[in-house]
């Protein structure tokens, strides 16, 4: 066969673009929804980061997680709740928001090392025949989404970037009087991260692709 798996190929790459843009318009979407109802986003925000922390010392006591992986996890929650004190806003050069995105990879890290070593030493004290209690892979899964990964990623859908973080942010020309005051009170607003980034690279790309059309021509 030489046709179908080009067609297979082709298929995964188009698969792959609509599913980034659909979860690019998700995230988008929800940065809005975050900007309309910021109260609500940061007290959702601040009980899921005390619930998470609650479900971490449960594992720790009734399922016998790790003592130092679980406490750099409460650590971890801990830090992201710093980053509550001034919702949405956010400096990038915050050592607090710095601190949270290493704890971010640090925590994923221990996590995934835990894991693993515990299937394979699981694996190599048992038989072929014995029953082996390891967690199975949506239980992992499920862990790491819910409590390694939840709460940066709502950070970081929630969070307002400062202007001049992107290059096309802060730009809108102010207006005064009647209408255009409630454009400029609008422009002002502050802009979540993901709708920064995801304007930014749209802009970036209409860029190109109109210097690459006046080129032609």
């Known amino acids: 066969m030489w046709i179908l798996p080009l067609i297979g190929y082709a298929g995964a790459i188009v698969g792959f673009g609509f599913l980034t843009l659909a979860i690019a318009s ?17 007290r959702l925000l601040t009980r899921t980061i005390y ?11 009734v399922d016998g997680f790790p003592f130092w992986a679980t406490l750099l996890g409460i650590v971890s929650h801990v830090v992201y709740l710093g980053n ?6 956010v400096k990038l050069s915050d050592p607090l928001f710095i601190l949270s995105c290493v704890l971010v990879l640090v925590d994923h890290y221990v996590w995934f090392r835990h894991f693993s070593d515990s299937q394979t030493a699981s694996y190599q004290r048992a038989s072929y025949y014995d029953d082996v209690e390891v967690p199975s892979f949506t239980m992992i899964a499920s862990y790491f989404g819910l409590c390694v990964w ?4 709502a950070l970081f859908v929630s969070l307002s ?30 802009q979540g991260m993901i709708k920064a980034v995801v304007d930014w690279a749209r802009d970036t790309i209409g860029e190109l692709a109109g210097a690459r059309k006046e080129s032609r021509f």
């Open 26 to 42: 998700g995230l988008y979407y929800l940065s809005e929804l975050v900007e309309e109802h910021t109260v609500i986003a940061k």
């Open 161 to 190: 970037a400062g202007d001049n973080v992107l290059p096309t942010m802060g730009t809108e020309p102010a207006h005064d009087g009647g209408s255009g005051s409630a454009f400029s009170a609008k422009a002002n607003r502050p």
């Open 150 to 153: 939840l709460v940066p990623f």
């Open 84 to 89: 509550m004190r001034r919702f949405p806003f």
């Open 51 to 61: 619930t998470i922390i609650g479900v971490q010392v449960t594992l720790l006591i």
